[in-house]
């Protein structure tokens, strides 16, 4: 089955600086790539995600890349600010699974003022 | 719509006894989703269905868990008898199957087992 490994697990960076969180995957036939953003305390709530058909998809200060051929994605948040301060979460899912996601194991990201 | 509905907030129980953590997806979603969340072992899927028939059991820990969904809009979570190391949220979430596969989570449910 499928297998998503993040990293780092931890990251720390200084409002304004850009972050960046990697992942991989195991499965070629996954298709679907999202990122989860968990506030402390709340739910996780969808941010960004991108399908196997695209390359590279922007949202204002957030970005994801796919590299299907090997197999590894990554978020992009440029201009870091405090309330970026989370856990993310990266998760992939193919077709047929009807939406089944396997997650990683999420990165916590502490943006220092 | 009111999202994904969770209840209770939260539950604390002692050790052996039953625990039912129930969830209402939104309103049109076909596939629901249970997650467990722990700092050790981060988000883990316990199961999900599609159309009300459960697709994917293999997350679920023992034969203590068990989940049902007798309708498309509601369904439960049940551990007996629980133990301290089930002491964690449980999420619930829904999504619109093959229309779009983003999950909508509910806010949670913290158990506590003492």
């Known amino acids: 089955g499928e297998n998503v490994e993040q990293h780092p697990s931890t990251l720390s960076v200084q409002e304004g600086d850009s972050a960046v969180i990697k992942c991989t995957y195991s499965d070629s036939a996954s298709n679907y790539f999202p990122w989860y953003k968990q506030e402390l305390g709340k739910r996780p709530q969808l941010i960004i995600d991108i399908r196997s058909n695209v390359g590279e998809k922007k949202d204002q200060r957030i970005a994801v890349t796919l590299n299907k051929t090997a197999k590894h994605f990554s978020l992009h948040i440029t201009e870091t600010q405090p309330e970026d301060s989370a856990v993310y979460f990266c998760a992939a899912s193919k077709r047929g699974s009807q939406g089944n996601l396997i997650f990683g194991k999420g990165t916590k990201l502490s943006v220092k003022p | 719509d009111a999202g994904v509905i969770q209840s209770p907030r939260h539950e604390v129980t002692e050790m052996g006894q039953e625990v039912t953590l129930r969830c209402k997806p939104i309103?049109?979603?076909?596939?629901l989703f249970w997650y467990r969340q722990t700092m050790m072992r981060g988000l883990e899927l316990l199961i999900y269905f599609n159309n009300n028939v459960p697709i994917d059991d293999s997350g679920m820990p023992e034969d203590r868990f068990s989940a049902k969904m007798p309708n498309a809009s509601f369904s439960t979570l049940k551990i007996q008898p629980s133990e301290p190391r089930d002491s964690a949220v449980y999420f619930c979430?829904?999504?619109?199957?093959?229309?779009?596969?983003?999950?909508?989570f509910g806010p949670g449910t913290r158990l506590t087992v003492t």
């Open positions: 979430a829904s999504s619109y199957g093959q229309i779009s596969y983003e999950q909508y």
């Open positions: 309103s049109g979603h076909n596939s």
